[in-house]
């Protein structure tokens, strides 16, 4: 695991999240729209701040919705994009 991605996808998650949370929170397993009531606005507002945090693009909505229902896959995925563009 990435610590660097880890813990900047969590701040950007906490900074867009509209319940009180705490980092400890955000485990693999979390869904950010079931555990963390994220809507679509939300969600689009997280990749966006995603793609411009670790200069990255993230195109395939399908695979999107996969990924923000499990906080593990979405960092894994970030994860390989980044190592992938470095």
């Known amino acids: 695991m990435n ?3 880890d813990d ?7 900074s867009h ?3 009180g949370m705490c980092i400890e929170d955000i485990e693999d397993d979390a869904d950010l729209i079931d555990d963390f009531l994220f809507d679509s606005i939300q969600v689009l ?3 966006v701040s995603i793609e ?3 200069d990255i ?3 395939d909505e399908k695979e999107l919705f996969e990924m923000v229902t499990n906080y593990g896959r979405l960092r894994k995925y970030i994860e390989e994009k980044v190592e992938a563009h470095e």
């Open 3 to 5: 610590k660097r991605v």
């Open 8 to 14: 900047e996808l969590k701040k950007l998650i906490m």
């Open 17 to 19: 999240a509209r319940i």
């Open 45 to 47: 507002r997280l990749i």
């Open 52 to 54: 411009n945090e670790f």
């Open 57 to 59: 693009y993230i195109g």
